[in-house]
């Protein structure tokens, strides 16, 4: 639960701007302004006109997100004392599941079609010298999938080891080419995540500079919403050659169900017939029915690396946040990590009040949460 006193978490893009936002509705005149009016109605001040605050509200749309709807139905609007934001875990999912595809490989061009039928959004690690001006992959970010950078040459930080026939071109330059070359090519609007190569967590430092969260390769439980584990070496089931859904990958959609947690999943060639180098090659058919098997839970969260890794930071930076009070009302106000892409949201529940955003109140859901536009900054909470 988000305490009751006003603060945020540090390091991030601050979105409130330390006013505007929801709680303007709350705060009454002019919060963030200095000096008297002058004779003609304006602010004066030292120095002239101070700048007016920046209002994060500006041209925001407030409504409901994309998020995909959670089971659960028919749950009553809070209807307590005002207060007592608290987000809900998984966007309202038991657990939640990214399936990932390293490397740009022609078997996941040839049987795209297929996996993008499952009706679930994945998230594919491009590199350049695989990614080419194949209009598979543009077809791909319009199909709402996400792709993400995997570098250049796909090396180890070291300059060693280069998948490619190209000459390692340093850190940055691999890590900033290739998300230049997702946008232009791709038409990517924004890199969110990244990939090491070979899971060199030697990448990790300049990829914090660069992106909001990395997967890793290590095999380790998956992360629990507000835990403490590193948002860049994310943790990751890779398939034995040849594994299958029923008793291989269906076990970690289980395991993430049963432990409240999220874990990425990590495909490399899913056609053993077609030869490229991939690692640990699996049937098109298990990949297929893996997912679709998640799907099915109807309570796992299967989306991209880019969605539920940005659920779970703004919730990481939310849990710190507290409450400050004006007038009768409670203002929660938040700062986003540093690379958050705009657009998003979380589903959170209160004790009880009117929510607002931006001067206008949010709709209660009867799926058990209101949807809280993450741009904003703010929120008010009224009686």
């Not at 749309?61 to 207060?83: D, E, Q, R």
């Not at 499952?118 to 080419?132: M, Q, R």
């Not at 250049?152 to 490619?164: K, L, P």
């Not at 594994?243 to 959609?253: I, Q, T, Y």
Request: a negative charge; one cysteine or more; hydrophobic letters at 35%.
């Amino acid at each position: 639960m988000l305490g009751e006193a006003g603060a945020s978490d540090d390091g991030g893009s601050d979105a409130s701007s330390g006013a505007g936002g929801a709680g303007s509705a709350g705060r009454g005149d002019s919060a963030g302004m200095g000096g008297e009016p002058d004779a003609e109605g304006g602010m004066g001040g030292e120095g002239g006109a101070p700048e007016p605050p920046v209002d994060p509200c500006n041209g925001l749309t407030i409504g409901h997100s994309n998020l995909p709807l959670p089971p659960t139905t028919g749950v009553a609007k809070p209807a307590g004392a005002p207060g007592g934001l608290t987000v809900v875990n998984w966007a309202g999912f038991k657990g939640a599941l990214s399936y990932t595809f390293d490397d740009s490989l022609q078997s996941q061009v040839t049987h795209y079609e297929e996996l993008n039928a499952v009706g679930v959004h994945v998230t594919f690690y491009l590199v350049n010298f695989n990614l080419g001006t194949n209009p598979i992959w543009a077809k791909a970010v319009a199909d709402g999938h996400e792709l993400g950078n995997h570098t250049v040459n796909h090396c180890y930080a070291n300059g060693t080891g280069c998948t490619s026939q190209g000459t390692f071109r340093g850190i940055a330059a691999e890590l900033d080419d290739n998300t230049t070359f997702l946008k232009s090519k791709a038409g990517v609007a924004n890199v969110t995540t990244f990939a090491a190569p070979f899971g060199d967590t030697n990448w990790a430092e300049a990829a914090s500079e660069r992106f909001l969260v990395a997967r890793g390769v290590s095999d380790k439980p998956g992360v629990l919403p507000n835990d403490s584990s590193t948002p860049y070496d994310l943790p990751c089931h890779i398939p034995v050659e040849g594994e299958k859904a029923v008793d291989g990958f269906n076990l970690v959609s289980d395991n993430v169900r049963a432990s409240g947690s999220w874990r990425t999943v990590l495909m490399h060639n899913v056609d053993p017939a077609i030869v490229d180098y991939g690692y640990h090659p699996v049937a098109i058919s298990e990949a297929i029915a893996a997912m679709t098997y998640t799907k099915n839970l109807g309570d796992v969260w299967a989306d991209t690396v880019a969605a539920v890794g940005s659920y779970w930071r703004a919730q990481k930076a939310l849990s710190t946040v507290q409450a400050t009070t004006v007038g009768s009302d409670k203002v929660y106000s938040w700062k986003l990590p540093a690379h958050f892409p705009p657009g998003m949201y979380l589903r959170a529940t209160v004790t009880g009040g009117k929510v607002k955003q931006c001067g206008s109140e949010l709709a209660w859901d009867d799926h058990g949460y209101y949807e809280i536009n993450l741009d904003a900054g703010s929120l008010t909470i009224s009686p």
